[in-house]
């Protein structure tokens, strides 16, 4: 496998389930995202880790919960969804960011339905 | 805060057409600057970068300079097919205290034969 990879690609989950969204990078890099895109709205960073440490939070609510085990892993756990939470939940990877500016490598992406 | 403010879609074009869509930006000191192309059910792809002032990005027969005196960042192709029907962000990182991207909200092309 190359670049970054994402399991599941499609989940239908219902509001009092849990369940988890992998992402794995097979890059050699330091840096994992998280982002959420909706439709008709800009991509959002939800997360950043940096050296297995996570560096940003934004402002996601607590039924989202990230995981980091290494640097070539990312998880983001999901319990007590709502339905305005059903949108494409892509992971990105990148060389250390603190270096400068860099571009980010992104994987499909898990389309998730809340029902 | 850095922004990004693209044109808005969707765009339809012929096959042959020639492309522009545009993206100023806003950001303090010196950004890097992307695009991005989200074909349908993928993730989204590095297609060009520019570092510094006057870099001319290119892949693909797709072309943006880096304008600092204009702030712009505009992605144009002489000729356009119908594979290259997507999504296209622009995003830049860096500039004064801010290492992360920062998207624009996406244009979407859609080139008819």
């Known amino acids: 496998e190359t670049g970054v990879t994402q399991t599941p690609r499609h989940l239908v989950m219902g509001m009092t389930n849990k369940k988890s969204l992998k992402c794995e990078q097979h890059l050699g890099h330091n840096a994992m995202y998280w982002y959420k895109q909706s439709a008709k709205k800009p991509l959002e960073l939800m997360f950043v880790?940096?050296?297995?440490?996570?560096?940003e939070n934004n402002s996601v609510p607590s039924r989202f919960s990230p995981e980091c085990p290494n640097s070539s892993h990312l998880f983001l756990h999901l319990h007590t969804l709502q339905p305005e939470d059903s949108a494409l939940y892509l992971c990105?990877?990148?060389?250390?960011?603190?270096?400068?500016?860099?571009?980010?490598?992104f994987g499909p992406g898990t389309r998730l339905t809340v029902t | 805060g850095n922004s990004v403010t693209q044109m808005e879609g969707p765009v339809t074009l012929s096959e042959e057409a020639f492309l522009t869509i545009n993206c100023t930006y806003t950001a303090t000191g010196y950004p890097s600057l992307f695009w991005y192309v989200q074909y349908p059910g993928e993730g989204l792809q590095l297609l060009l970068k520019a570092t510094k002032a006057d870099d001319k990005g290119s892949n693909k027969g797709f072309e943006a300079t880096y304008r600092k005196e204009t702030t712009s960042f505009h992605l144009e192709k002489g000729s356009v097919q119908v594979s290259d029907s997507a999504v296209y962000f622009c995003a830049l990182a860096g500039g004064q205290g801010a290492q992360k991207l920062v998207f624009g909200q996406g244009t979407r092309l859609t080139i008819n034969p």
């Open positions: 880790y940096n050296f297995k440490e996570q560096t």
């Open positions: 990105a990877s990148s060389q250390d960011p603190a270096g400068g500016p860099i571009e980010q490598y």
